[in-house]
Structure formats: C-alpha cells, structure tokens
C-alpha cells in the first residue's frame, strides 16, 4: 500500500523560502496559505493580479514577521509563466526579498480550450485554419501547452539555479510540479491538456534522478496529480460529480499533501495522486512491477540500458565533429530511398522486413 500522508505542523516549514506560481486562486491560493500557517515565507506570482493583490491584504494582515525589520511574511507580483522574463522576475522578487529560496513550486495551469481533434473538422476547414495562420490568426491555439508544460520547464529551470545559491550542502531544497490524474491516464477532449501533464510527469522523471545527484545539484523533484479538485477551473462538472457521489479534493486537502512533499525530505520522484482528499504514491508501484506489465525480458534489458546511459551526459555531450554523416551515408531526408543512387533495392526490403517480422515475432 502506497497511501501518503502529510505530516504538517505550525513549524514544519519554519523560516523556509518558497515560491509559487499561480498561487491567486484555487489550489495555488490554499498553498500559499498553508506554507504560511507552516511558518515559511511565501513569494507567489500569478496572471490574475486582481486575486493576487487582494490575496496578499489578506495574508499579509494575518501573517507578521518575527521582528520588526524583517521582509513581510508574503509578497506578490504579477506574473506570466509563459515568458520567461516574467519568470526569472518572480525568482529575482523572491531572492531580493528574502536572499534564497528554499523550495519552488509550479501550480499555474489552466483546462482544456476548444477542441482540438473537432469531428467537424473537413478537409476544407483544417485549410481554412492555415490560411488565417498566414494572416496571423493563431488557430489551433497552444496556449494549455505553453502554460501548463513550457510554464513547468521554465519554472524547472529557473529553480534548478536559484535553489543553489545561498544555502549550505546539506540543507533540503525541491521543486515540486503540479501534474494531475491526466499526467499518467487517458482523459478523452483534454487532448492538449494531457499532452502537457503527461509532459510536465514526464519532466519530473527525466530531472529525479540528475537533479538529486550530489555531485550536479543535489535537489528533491516531485509532482503532485490531483483528480478533481473543487476549484474554479472544474465547475463545468461539479453537479455532475456530485449526483454520481465521486471523491473529490477541496484546495485545502491538495495543498495540504503538497506542502506534505515539500516538507519530507526522504521524498524524490514521487507522484502523488489525490482523490476525495487522500494521497496514493505511484511511481514506486510503476518501477516495481515493471516485469509483470512490461515483461521480464524487456524489463533486464531496459535496466541495462538506463544503467549505461547512467545520467544522460552522453546527450548533453557537445557533438563531436563525425568522418561520415549518416544522412551523406545513407537515405537524405524527406526523399525516398529507391531514388537515392547506391542503395540496393533488397536492402531497402531487408530493414522493412526485419522491423514486420520482429514486431510479428515479439507478438507471438
Ligand atoms: N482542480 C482540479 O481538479 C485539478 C486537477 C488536477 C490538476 N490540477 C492542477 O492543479 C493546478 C492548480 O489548479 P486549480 O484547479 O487550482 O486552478 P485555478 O484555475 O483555480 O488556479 C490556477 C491559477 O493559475 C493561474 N494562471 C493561469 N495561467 C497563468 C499564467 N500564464 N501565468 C501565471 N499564472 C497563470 C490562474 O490565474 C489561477 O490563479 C493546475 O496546474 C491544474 O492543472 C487541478
């Protein structure tokens, strides 16, 4: 059994710096919240100024700092985890304000907009559309990619240098990203948005184990993935969800399991899935059962191969100058290799054959 729970207390982020984007509203705004309640300071950023600002009054009349002198307890500023500008503002304000930042958590999304993949959709419309791109109509849009996935790796990458500076070795840092039931499952109509969390889950993987290194930058990475969640962006199911008496999360039960993550320094790679306020870890289930789903055979070879490409240095490696480039050697892209001089026609059939006949094969 995998179920998590968050152990949380007026101290368990005592002193610590955390940064939050998209913390105006929803799950965001209840984090911001709780890391106060757990004695943090809080830098957020968020689009919505509006809900920013009158979160930050709020807080601010709640939460003082220890002594007189000290920076406020919380600070805010407007912020577009699109531009990475914007991004690397939020972190300066945060750095500015309180010299280091502890942990930094990236909350901003937004749902599905529109369909992608429309039934409508004719040979004639889907030209239409690329006709208005010639008149800069940006259709089909990108925006949930940009904010949930590009806003993610911007605020990974800004993190994986500010989280350096300013703190010892030994002192605990994080990021933590919010995925959702959508990063790991199949949610039909939210095609783009499951792209990106699928994305954002699969950045988390990619980082655990080369961002916790103690030789490169020795930082925990988590995700949490919420199923629904009762905030503003899930109203368009909310009657639905309850008449069909299905679990769901307040803010405050998400939050709390996030600020859970950031607090527990034994937790790197985890996914957290949340549901009716409850939290199951699942990555630990997903790499120990990894022979029964994938099957045994694969599954050695696939550890031998992660073994030897160890923490991926062999891609980061600037390229080295080659004697014979493969293109030159072989097929030049986009032109069929019956037109290309030198390429016997039972060789072209050998590759095509091999690659049926193992699929063929392995399937038996
Ligand atoms: N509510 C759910 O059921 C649910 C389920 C799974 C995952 N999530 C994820 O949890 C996170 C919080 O969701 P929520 O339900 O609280 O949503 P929400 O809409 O209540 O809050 C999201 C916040 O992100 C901000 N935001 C949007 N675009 C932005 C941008 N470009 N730059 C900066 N801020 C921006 C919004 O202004 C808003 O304050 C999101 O990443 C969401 O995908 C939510």
């Not at 220890?66 to 699109?82: I, K, L, N, S, Y």
């Not at 911007?154 to 240098?161: G, K, L, M």
């Not at 320094?265 to 949340?274: E, F, H, K, P, R």
């Not at 099957?295 to 992660?306: D, H, R």
């Amino acid at each position: 059994m995998s179920q998590y729970t968050p152990r949380l207390s007026a101290e368990s982020l005592l002193d610590k710096v955390v940064l939050i984007t998209g913390g105006a509203n929803g799950i965001g705004a209840s984090l911001v919240q709780q890391c106060l309640q757990s004695g943090a300071n809080v830098c957020f950023g968020d689009l919505d100024n509006i809900s920013g600002e009158r979160l930050l009054r709020i807080s601010q009349d709640q939460f003082h700092p220890a002594e007189e002198g000290m920076p406020p307890r919380v600070v805010f500023q407007t912020t577009d985890v699109t531009n990475y500008q914007s991004v690397l503002a939020l972190f300066d304000l945060a750095f500015e304000t309180y010299r280091r930042i502890d942990h930094v958590v990236s909350a901003a999304g937004i749902i599905e907009i529109g369909n992608w993949f429309d039934f409508g959709l004719t040979m004639q419309t889907i030209r239409q559309e690329r006709q208005k791109v010639t008149i800069l109509i940006k259709t089909p849009t990108h925006k949930v990619l940009d904010v949930n996935l590009l806003g993610s790796m911007y605020v990974s990458r800004i993190a994986s240098v500010y989280l350096r500076h300013n703190r010892g070795p030994d002192v605990d840092r994080s990021i933590l990203l919010f995925s959702c039931m959508a990063g790991f499952k199949e949610s039909p109509s939210l095609f783009v948005y499951q792209a990106a969390k699928h994305g954002v889950t699969g950045l988390m993987r990619s980082l655990r184990t080369y961002i916790s290194s103690p030789y490169k930058h020795n930082l925990r990475v988590n995700t949490v993935c919420p199923w629904i969640t009762q905030t503003d962006s899930m109203k368009k199911i909310e009657l639905q969800w309850k008449q069909a008496n299905l679990p769901s999360n307040t803010p405050q039960e998400v939050a709390s399991v996030a600020a859970g993550v950031l607090t527990d320094q034994s937790l790197n790679g985890t996914s957290m899935y949340v549901e009716g306020g409850r939290a199951w870890e699942i990555e630990q289930n997903i790499d120990r059962l990894e022979a029964q789903w994938l099957g045994e055979t694969p599954s050695k070879s696939l550890a031998m191969g992660q073994a030897l490409l160890d923490d991926g240095a062999i891609w980061t490696a600037p390229p080295r100058p080659r004697k014979k480039s493969s293109i030159s050697n072989g097929v030049p892209p986009g032109v069929p290799p019956q037109k290309v001089k030198g390429i016997h026609k039972d060789s072209i059939n050998g590759v095509t054959n091999g690659v049926t006949n193992g699929l063929t094969n392995g399937a038996h």
